[in-house]
């Protein structure tokens, strides 16, 4: 019998938005959210989203609200699954993030337990610095799972995001 897998303890909630710095100040002052570090542009050249090379760019900013770590994601293309998520469902809840220290072993223990969990995007290639992936959450009643390898270059990413919880 395969062990269930075992999630460490959650890094951040990511929220798809319309407008990140709109949202940031809208949270701030709704409901006290903050700080928050980061808003500028990234882009992803070396994922696979949906099994194929597709380049996107986001506005990505991160920020503590209630003692959770909330990741802010702007689309700033008709790539991304984030701007798949915004155009089908509108702003909100994405997927839930994983800094998890034995990446393959995670990973392969989710798939081993939802055989049919789809990999949205794939980090994990040459040119990422950081591996990472989303995994479909179906089974998981929708919500997308994101797992990050826990590494010094992923610390040091997002080193910034990290010191927000301590």
Not at 62 to 68: A, D, E, W
Not at 112 to 129: F, K, R, S, V
């Amino acid at each position: 019998m395969t062990a269930e897998p075992r999630l460490p303890t959650l890094f951040h909630v990511g929220w798809v938005v319309r407008d990140c710095a709109a949202t940031r100040a809208e949270l701030a002052a709704r409901l006290g959210a903050g700080p928050f570090v980061g808003g500028g542009e990234a882009r992803f050249e070396a994922t696979l989203v949906h099994g194929k090379p597709v380049p996107f760019a986001l506005k990505i900013a991160f920020g503590l609200l209630g003692g959770v770590l909330l990741e802010l994601l702007e689309p700033l293309d008709r790539n991304s699954p984030h701007a798949e998520f915004l155009a089908s469902r509108g702003e909100g809840l994405h997927h839930m993030a994983y800094l998890v220290p034995d990446f393959d072993a995670q990973l392969t223990a989710i798939r081993t337990a939802d055989p049919a969990a789809e990999l949205l995007n794939d980090g994990t290639g040459p040119g990422n610095p950081v591996r990472w992936v989303y995994l479909d959450g179906g089974a998981a009643r929708g919500t997308v799972i994101e797992l990050i390898e826990r590494t010094a270059a992923a610390e040091a990413a997002f080193g910034a995001a990290l010191n927000l919880l301590s």
